[in-house]
C-alpha cells in the first residue's frame, strides 16, 4: 500500500536536524523515497555506503513503529547507542537484558514511544513478541545483512529464514531488505525468500576507492605482520584469523614486544568477548586478532588496516571482512598474506563436508583463489565477481597497479623443479620440493632417501622465497596441479610436461616485493590536518566525553569531523552546527566542550620553539683548531 512521503524540505530538515548532514550520498535520497511511499524495498550496498540511514530516517519520520532485524547483540547495542546519541527514540531486545528490562522497553513500544526496535530474528517470530506487533502500529519492516537469509550467502543462518513469515503474518506491512555482500544468486534468493518479487531495487557500486588491496607471499607471517603494525603506531586494525589457537598466539607475541592488541573468538565467554570488543571501538586496544567471529557487530570508522593472516574461505567473506577498513572514507589498506598451504587446509576440510555442501564450497574457494593469484588488478576483479565494471582505477588502487606485473623467463628453474616433482615420486607438496632442491638435510628428506637423487641441491643458490614464488606461479598457471586426497602432492599436467620434456619456455611472473602496504595509507594519519596538535586535542576530549557516557569515541564525532574543527576553529554553536555531521543533538551535548578547547587552544598560541643547536663546526674549523692548540706538531710536518 502506497503513502504519501513528507515533503524533500521535511526530509532534508531531518537529515539535517538529527544526523547533521546537509546532502545525501548516492542512492540514499532514492531509497529514503520509496520507503517513505510505501514500497517495498532490495538494497544491495557495500560496507560504508550508508544503508542504516536509509532506514533509520524514513522511521524518524513516518507514523509507527520500524522493526529491525540484526542478527546480532553488538550490532543492535552499536546502532541503538549512536541513535540515542543523536536523540533519536530507539531501543533493542535482545538476550543481554533482563526480564524486568525487557517487559519495560516493550512497554514503551506499546505506548508507541519507539520509532526504531532492534530485535534479533529468533525472537521475532515468537508468539508472544508477534502478539505486541499486531496491537502496534508497524511503519515497515527493515531486515539488515539480509544476505544471512540465503545458504548460498557467506554468512547463512537458519533462523533468518523464520523471516519469510512476515510476508503473511503482516500481510500490509512493507519490507525494506539490505545487504552489503551478495552475488546474484544470493540476490535472487533474497528476494524469494522474503516475497520481494515487486520490490524497488537499488545496487550501489561495490568500489570502495579509498581501500587499497594487497597480497603478499606467506613466509614468515608473524615477522611480516610486526613489521607492518609497528610502521603503523597509533594507527587500529583487525588482523583475522582461521583459528582460536593462532589468534591467542599472535595476540600474545604482539602483546609481549609491546602492541597493544587483544584476541577475540567464539571460545571466549560472551562477557569476555564483550569487554574486549569494547576496548577495540573504544580505542584502549588497538589491534585485535580475530577469527570471523569478529566484525559484523562493528561499526568502528576509523579502522586503518584489515590483515588477513590466513586465507578466508570465499570472497564474499572478504569482501565484507576487508570492507570493515576505512569506513570513514580515509585511505586504508586491506592485506592478504597468501600460501597455498592454506587453500589446502581449506580443501581438507571442504572433503569432509556433505556433497551439496562441497560442490558450494569448492567453487567458493576457487574463487578465492583465482583472485589472491590473479596477476591483473584486484579491485577490477574484485568488482567483476559482483558483477561491476572498474571505469578508472583510483589513483592508490592496489599492489598489482601500483608495480604491473613483470613477466621474465623462468624456463630453465622451471624445469629444475618440474624434475625435482618427477623424481619425487609426485607424492609431495611443494615445501618439501623446495628443500630438496635448496638440498636441506631435513628429516624428512633422509627418510625418503632424497639427498641422493640428482635434483638434490641443484637449486642452493637461489633463496627459499624464490622457489616458493615460483612453486604458486607454477600452480597458478596449470604446469603443476594439487591432489587434495594426496595430501596435496604435486602432480606435473601435460602443460608441465611440455616445459619438462619438450623445453617449451616458461615465462612467469617477477617477484614482488614482501613489505605489504601502500605508501598514501601510510601517510594518511594526519596529512591533510591542517592543525595536528588541535586535531590531537579534539580526539583526546572526544575520548574523554565517550568514556563518561560509556560510548565508543566515534559515537562522539568522527574523525572527519574533528578535522573540520581544526580546520575551520568553530566558536559557536551556530559555526558547529555547519560542519558536516554535528546535527542540533550533538551540538547542544558536546558543543560548549569543543568550543572551550579550541578557545583554549588559540589562547595558548603556538608552542615556545626548541632553541637551535649550536653550529656544528666544518672539518675545515676543525683542523684549523688542532693547529692552533699545537703548534709545534705543525711544525714539525
Request: glycine share 6%; aromatic share 8%.
Amino acid at each position: 500500500m502506497f503513502t504519501v512521503a513528507p515533503p524533500r524540505a521535511r526530509v532534508l530538515e531531518e537529515l539535517r536536524r538529527t544526523f547533521g548532514y546537509d546532502s545525501f550520498r548516492p542512492l540514499q535520497a532514492e531509497i529514503v523515497d520509496a520507503v517513505l511511499t510505501g514500497r517495498d524495498v532490495f538494497v544491495l550496498m557495500p560496507t560504508g555506503g550508508g544503508k542504516s540511514l536509509c532506514y533509520q530516517l524514513p522511521a524518524l519520520l513516518m507514523d509507527g513503529t520500524a522493526v529491525v532485524v540484526s542478527p546480532l547483540i553488538a550490532l543492535m547495542k552499536d546502532q541503538v547507542d549512536k541513535l540515542q546519541a543523536m536523540g533519536a527514540p530507539a531501543t533493542f531486545v535482545n538476550s543481554s537484558l533482563d526480564g524486568a528490562e525487557v517487559r519495560a522497553r516493550l512497554a514503551a513500544v506499546a505506548r508507541r514511544e519507539v520509532k526504531l526496535l532492534y530485535v534479533a530474528p529468533e525472537r521475532l517470530v515468537l508468539p508472544r513478541f508477534l502478539d505486541l506487533l499486531h496491537r502496534t502500529r508497524i511503519s515497515f519492516f527493515a531486515v539488515d545483512e539480509a544476505h544471512c537469509i540465503s545458504e548460498w550467502g557467506h554468512d547463512f543462518r537458519p533462523e533468518y529464514r523464520e523471516l519469510r513469515q512476515l510476508r503473511e503474518l503482516f500481510p500490509d506491512a512493507h519490507i525494506a531488505a539490505f545487504t552489503a555482500t551478495a552475488t546474484a544468486r544470493v540476490q535472487a534468493d533474497i528476494v524469494q525468500q522474503l516475497g520481494l518479487d515487486g520490490a524497488a531495487t537499488f545496487r550501489g557500486s561495490f568500489n570502495r576507492e579509498n581501500l587499497f588491496y594487497q597480497v603478499v607471499p606467506k613466509q614468515s607471517p608473524y615477522e611480516q605482520l610486526r613489521a607492518y603494525v609497528r610502521a603503523r603506531a597509533h594507527a587500529s586494525g583487525i588482523v583475522y584469523c582461521q583459528s582460536r589457537a593462532t589468534c591467542e598466539s599472535v595476540a600474545d607475541r604482539l602483546s609481549s614486544e609491546g602492541f597493544s592488541a587483544t584476541a577475540y573468538h567464539a571460545g571466549l565467554d560472551a562477557d569476555e568477548r564483550r569487554r574486549r570488543q569494547e576496548a577495540f571501538v573504544r580505542d584502549d586496544v588497538r589491534i585485535v586478532v580475530a577469527t570471523i567471529a569478529f566484525g559484523m557487530g562493528i561499526d568502528k570508522p576509523d579502522v586503518r588496516f584489515v590483515i588477513h593472516y590466513d586465507l578466508p574461505k570465499n570472497l564474499e567473506g572478504y569482501y565484507q571482512e576487508s570492507g570493515r577498513a576505512g569506513r570513514d572514507g580515509e585511505p586504508s589498506e586491506c592485506v592478504l598474506f597468501y600460501s597455498y598451504a592454506d587453500a589446502a587446509k581449506h580443501e581438507h576440510f571442504i572433503a569432509e563436508r556433505p556433497p551439496r555442501e562441497q560442490a558450494i564450497a569448492k567453487a567458493q574457494l576457487r574463487s578465492m583463489l583465482d583472485w589472491a593469484q590473479s596477476p591483473t588488478c584486484r579491485r577490477r576483479a574484485l568488482l567483476a565477481y559482483f558483477d561491476e565494471e572498474l571505469a578508472d582505477p583510483p589513483e592508490h588502487c592496489c599492489d598489482v597497479c601500483r608495480e604491473p606485473v613483470e613477466l621474465m623467463d623462468w624456463t630453465v628453474p622451471a624445469q629444475m623443479f618440474l624434475s625435482c616433482v618427477k623424481r619425487t615420486g609426485e607424492r609431495f607438496g611443494a615445501g618439501h620440493v623446495v628443500d630438496v632442491l635448496r638440498g636441506a638435510q631435513t628429516e624428512k628428506v633422509r627418510r625418503f632417501g632424497h639427498e641422493r637423487l640428482s635434483t638434490y641441491g641443484i637449486g642452493a643458490d637461489r633463496p627459499t622465497a624464490e622457489w616458493q614464488h615460483l612453486a604458486r606461479e607454477l600452480l597458478r598457471d596449470g604446469y603443476v596441479r594439487q591432489s587434495p586426497e594426496e595430501y596435496n602432492a604435486l602432480k606435473i599436467t601435460p602443460k608441465g610436461m611440455g616445459a619438462l620434456v619438450g623445453r617449451a619456455s616458461v615465462m612467469l611472473t617477477r617477484p614482488r616485493p614482501l613489505a605489504p602496504g601502500s605508501r598514501a595509507a601510510k601517510q594518511a594519519a594526519n596529512a591533510d590536518v591542517d592543525n595536528p596538535r588541535l586535531f590531537e586535542r579534539l580526539r583526546a576530549l572526544r575520548k574523554q566525553l565517550a568514556d563518561e557516557r560509556g560510548y565508543p569515541p566515534y559515537v562522539v564525532f568522527h574523525d572527519a569531523v574533528l578535522r573540520d574543527m581544526a580546520r575551520l576553529k568553530p566558536t559557536s554553536h551556530a559555526a558547529l552546527k555547519r560542519i558536516s555531521g554535528v546535527g542540533e543533538r550533538k551540538a547542544a551535548d558536546y558543543g560548549d566542550a569543543f568550543i572551550a578547547e579550541i578557545e583554549a587552544f588559540e589562547a595558548e598560541g603556538p608552542p615556545t620553539p626548541a632553541p637551535a643547536p649550536a653550529h656544528a663546526p666544518t672539518q675545515a674549523e676543525l683542523a684549523g683548531l688542532r693547529a692552533a692548540l699545537n703548534p709545534n706538531r705543525s711544525r714539525r710536518r
